[in-house]
């Protein structure tokens, strides 16, 4: 059965420092990945999609994330934190031959941003 | 480009009253269209799923129901809100034609049932 699971339900950093926010999943196919961010009381943006091509995968506002297939994670890191990326992260992964209902979203990561 | 709107955004009710949020979606066709319910701690959890007009698919056994009455559009509706129902609720589109489509998202509506 598929599932993912995000590490840490809270990171916190100093800004100009780097990012990791850690995600690990379960997929018996290859999956497709996606880290959503949310900012409070908004609805969630995507930052960045994999889906089977370059297993590095660059996105929006500086975010990147690596698939390792070998190590079934796909962490969301940026070089330098900054003050607007304080917000929630949620990893998603799809359910390979699944209705469009079945995507699978970790329990998220509250990523705070010290001046 | 496409669009979302959810309205509105922010609803307090009282207990036993009715409920309709509205979700409309512009700049595609035929899209699949979601409803979420995020409460405080539990992350998001599904509410329905539609892949067409009048297609409606249920995850959750619950006070709420959802209606698509036309391509764009997608509503939620209850008859009775339960103090239960208070959440941060998001409506979502996705492309029909790939299971891996992402997601995109309203900006919500935080409902309050008092």
């Known amino acids: 059965a598929q599932s993912v699971t995000q590490l840490d339900s809270h990171v916190s950093v100093s800004e100009g420092t780097p990012v990791l926010l850690r995600c690990n999943y379960s997929s018996s196919y290859s999956p497709s990945l996606f880290w959503y961010v949310q900012h409070p009381n908004k609805g969630l943006q995507l930052l960045l999609k994999y889906t089977s091509a370059a297993t590095l995968v660059k996105g929006i506002n500086g975010f990147e994330a690596e698939f390792k297939k070998s190590e079934t994670s796909f962490h969301l890191t940026k070089p330098s934190a900054h003050m607007s990326d304080a917000a929630e992260y949620f990893c998603?992964?799809?359910?390979?031959?699944?209705?469009?209902?079945?995507?699978?979203f970790g329990k998220g990561t509250k990523l705070s941003v010290k001046p | 480009s496409q669009t979302i709107h959810q309205w509105p955004a922010t609803l307090v009710q009282p207990v036993g009253s009715p409920l309709s949020l509205e979700c409309t979606v512009e700049g595609t066709s035929n899209p699949n269209l979601y409803w979420y319910r995020q409460a405080a701690g539990r992350g998001l959890q599904l509410l329905f799923y539609?892949?067409?007009?009048?297609?409606i698919s249920s995850e959750v056994p619950q006070n709420l129901s959802a209606s698509r009455p036309q391509d764009r559009q997608f509503i939620l509706s209850s008859k009775k809100l339960l103090l239960s129902d208070s959440g941060f609720y998001l409506c979502?589109?996705?492309?029909?034609?790939?299971?891996?489509?992402?997601?995109?998202f309203g900006n919500g509506t935080r409902l309050t049932v008092t």
């Open positions: 539609s892949v067409g007009i009048g297609q």
């Open positions: 998603v992964v799809t359910l390979y031959g699944g209705s469009q209902g079945n995507l699978i």
């Open positions: 979502a589109w996705s492309r029909g034609e790939s299971y891996n489509s992402p997601l995109h």
